[in-house]
């Protein structure tokens, strides 16, 4: 008969009030660079007493690492925050068990790098680079590592791009010039070389983005296609360049959806373009910039559509968030609402965590629900990540870890988030667990300061990139990145 080689591990703990019990842990971990040989992966003989930093501790040596690296761990997929003896109580496990830990990495607080000013709000962000959407579409070599550019949109009208080191590298046209006429909500990366804005003049516009290769003369945004459908503010833009597909969200209740061909795209409706426009066409061709209409707008919500991005899996699915409580889901091919999932607060903002399957939205509530769109699923929201003090407006996933995203709220903060970061919800609204953020990103321009519910620094838009990091920006008219 064999029996079970068990080793046991001292480690300074905190005193506990009476004698500590024992349980027995075996360590893991997906990371091929930290993995421990196979002698020393338990299972290990600890007292229930350790928390984080004594379990870190025991790994640093179990590696025999000469400087000490911070681990989290992750029992049945939950990060532990108290103590093993807390974990298995609050769970219902006995100590009899040999429990499976997973470390990982622990997050290091991202570190303020760069702000670039601009003359008014900011309400937009996005990000060029070899690992972002626009461009991984260009193909391999398309975006070298170390010419990132960052697009900004302003409520001066006017979409920018400017290099990681905070040059302006292009101004789009002014409204005299086939720019924006009001401020702009939204602004995307269609691809190395095009850009879309939306915004409160109720058009969708696509550019033209030239970067000369010698760098002798200034980089231009050339309007080259505005689509008019809306009839009121276009809030949000979701791109998709392979099928060459533009969504909008929009306060007059419906997402639109476009082309960015002109030769596919229908002749919009000229009682939607603005007589300033129709006048340049008269005008001569060199200042003409062709006009066309969506290719459907679908309808179903009560209230204006805050966000709206493709599905992760396949780009002939789109998801919605309302101010009237929704996320709808939608076939885009027959332009029908398939799925309604209803909330109890005001939607604002929308993310996709594809891995997990699961809509993360932002609320006015001030916390991000984490919604599953299946058919088959029986609950609405599976986790709730609560922390902001005031309504969370913009959202953007991790692009190094698939449980991790990055919130802005109008409270002056942007917070990180691992949803397997979880604590007891104490009763709070029925729920048994709720999400608490990993770590909160104040404004630059608030600090040495009391900000009341975020006066002065609300944020209005985030994205993050593996390459420059968390980029964010808002009522302080600056644009910041961490990392």
């Known amino acids: 008969m064999s029996t079970e080689s068990t080793t046991t591990i001292t480690t300074t703990a905190p005193a506990a009030a009476g004698p500590s019990s024992r349980v027995r842990i075996q360590l893991t971990t997906r990371h091929r660079d930290i993995e421990l040989p196979p002698e020393n992966t338990g299972p290990i003989l600890v007292s229930t007493d350790l928390r984080r930093y ?44 040999t429990l499976t830990i997973e470390y990982v990495r622990a997050l290091i607080p991202p570190l303020h790098l760069a702000s670039f000013e601009h003359d008014d709000w900011i309400s937009s962000v996005d990000v060029l680079s070899e690992g972002s959407a626009a461009g991984q579409w260009a193909g391999s070599g398309a975006v070298s590592s170390g010419h ?33 006429t009001s401020s702009v909500k939204a602004a995307k990366f269609l691809s190395p070389s095009q850009i879309v804005s939306s915004g409160l003049d109720r058009m969708v516009k696509i550019w033209r983005y030239t970067e000369p290769s010698d760098r002798t003369s200034s980089a231009t945004m050339t309007p080259s296609l505005d689509l ?5 503010s276009v809030d949000s833009l979701a791109v998709h360049q392979p099928t060459s597909r533009i969504l ?20 919009a409706d000229n009682t939607l373009i603005p007589s300033s426009n129709k006048r340049r066409k008269i005008s001569g061709p060199s200042k003409s910039t062709p006009a066309r209409g969506p290719l459907s707008l679908l309808a179903a919500h009560s209230a204006p559509v805050s966000a709206v991005i493709f599905a992760p899996a396949d780009a002939t699915v789109a998801h919605s968030a309302s101010w009237d ?23 604002l903002s929308l993310a996709a965590l594809p891995a997990l399957t699961l809509l993360a939205t932002g609320t006015s509530a001030r916390h991000v629900t984490l919604v599953d769109p299946r058919a088959s699923a029986t609950t609405i929201a599976a986790l709730t990540l609560r ?25 002056g903060t942007c917070r990180i988030w691992d949803v397997r970061s979880v604590r007891s919800a104490g009763g709070i609204g029925g729920e048994g667990q709720v999400g608490e953020s990993v770590y909160s990103i104040e404004r630059e321009a608030a600090k040495g300061g009391r900000r009341v519910a975020g006066e002065g620094v609300k ?19 600056r644009v910041q990145i961490n990392k």
């Open 54 to 97: 004594q379990l870190s501790t025991l790994v640093n040596r179990l590696l025999d690492n000469e400087k000490p690296t911070p681990f989290e761990f992750l029992i049945n997929g939950q990060f532990l925050r108290n103590s093993i003896d807390d974990f298995l109580t609050a769970n219902g496990i006995s100590a009899e068990t």
């Open 148 to 180: 990132e550019r960052i697009l900004s949109g302003s409520y001066d009208g006017l979409p920018r791009v400017w290099s990681t080191s905070a040059e302006v590298l292009a101004v789009s046209s002014s409204a005299a010039d086939g720019g924006h």
């Open 228 to 232: 008019y459908g809306h009839k009121s």
């Open 248 to 267: 909008s969200a929009s306060a007059d209740h419906t997402v639109g959806l476009w082309s960015t061909r002109k030769s596919d795209a229908p002749e």
């Open 325 to 347: 409580h929704t996320l709808r889901t939608w076939d885009l091919p027959t332009a029908t609402c398939v799925d309604v999932r209803t909330t109890a607060q005001p939607l």
């Open 387 to 411: 922390g902001h003090t005031n309504a969370v407006v913009a959202l953007a996933p991790d692009p190094n870890s698939a449980y991790g995203l990055v919130s802005g709220s109008h409270d």
């Open 459 to 477: 944020v209005f838009g985030v994205v993050w990139d593996a390459a420059v990091g968390i980029v964010s920006a808002g009522e302080d008219k």
